[in-house]
C-alpha cells in the first residue's frame, strides 16, 4: 500500500508566475485535501475535493484552485504568486470526509 | 469559527520525563481530534485520533484524552527519548459536511539526553 506522495518537493518561483503542485492520495482513498502551512504557524485548509468535486474551502483567494483526476489524484493551481504564497504546501487523503487524514511530506514553495 | 490553541509554544525536558501537551480550541461542535506529530521541514503523521464521543486513545507510549464540554485535549507521553523531539499539533475537524481540519500552532519538543 503506497501513502500519500506530492511533487515537487521544492519549488522556487518568481512573484507574479503560475505554480501547479501534485498529489497522489492513498490507494483506496477518494478525498483530498489541501493545506498551506506557513513557518511556525499551523496548517490551513485551503479546500477538498470528493470524488473529483470541490467539498469545500477555506478562506483563499481564487487564485487559488484545483482539481481531482478519476484516479482521485489532485492538483493544486496557484495563479499570480505572491510572496506570501511562500510556504509549505500538504496534501492529506482520506476515505471519505471526517475520517482520519494521511499527509503527504509536502511541496516547499519559495516566492521570490 | 473554530480556534485552537497550544501553550507554550516551546518546551525543553530531560529524557526519561513524563510530560503533558495540552490543546484547547474554542466550539465544542467537533466531530474528532487529533495529534500529529512533525519533524522540521516534513509532512505530519497522525499520532492519535479521539471521536467526539470517546474520552481517550492510547498507542505505546501516548495517551490523548478528550473533554469535549470544557474544549481540551492532552497528549501524554510516558518516558519521553530524545527521538521524540518533534513539534506535536492538535487538529479538530469540525461538524460538518467535510473533514476540515483546524490546527494549533504546535508545541516543539526538546527532549535532552
Known amino acids: 500500500e503506497t501513502g500519500v506522495t506530492q511533487s515537487p518537493t521544492h519549488l522556487i518561483k518568481t512573484r507574479g508566475q503560475q505554480v501547479t503542485l501534485r498529489c497522489s492520495s492513498q490507494s483506496g482513498h477518494n478525498t483530498v485535501s489541501w493545506y498551506q502551512q506557513a513557518l511556525g504557524q499551523g496548517p490551513q485548509f485551503i479546500f477538498q475535493y470528493y470524488r473529483e468535486e470541490e467539498n469545500g474551502r477555506g478562506n483563499f483567494p481564487p487564485r487559488f484552485s484545483g482539481l481531482q483526476f478519476p484516479n482521485y489524484s489532485s492538483e493544486l493551481n496557484v495563479n499570480a504568486l505572491e510572496l506570501d504564497d511562500s510556504a509549505l504546501y500538504l496534501c492529506a487523503s482520506s476515505f471519505g470526509f471526517n475520517e482520519k487524514l494521511f499527509f503527504g511530506s509536502g511541496t516547499q514553495l519559495s516566492v521570490l | 469559527k473554530q480556534e485552537v490553541t497550544q501553550i507554550p509554544a516551546a518546551l525543553s525536558v530531560p529524557e526519561g520525563e513524563n510530560l503533558v501537551l495540552n490543546c484547547s480550541f474554542t466550539d465544542s461542535a467537533i466531530y474528532n481530534l487529533q495529534w500529529f506529530r512533525q519533524d522540521p521541514g516534513k509532512g505530519l503523521t497522525s499520532l492519535l485520533l479521539i471521536q467526539s464521543s470517546q474520552r481517550e486513545q492510547t498507542s505505546g507510549r501516548l495517551n490523548a484524552s478528550l473533554d469535549k464540554s470544557s474544549g481540551r485535549s492532552t497528549l501524554y507521553i510516558a518516558a519521553s527519548q530524545p527521538g521524540d523531539s518533534a513539534t506535536y499539533l492538535c487538529?479538530?475537524?469540525?461538524?460538518?459536511?467535510?473533514?476540515?481540519?483546524?490546527f494549533g500552532k504546535g508545541i516543539t519538543l526538546s527532549v535532552r539526553p
Open positions: 487538529a479538530v475537524s469540525s461538524t460538518g459536511a467535510n473533514s476540515k481540519l483546524t
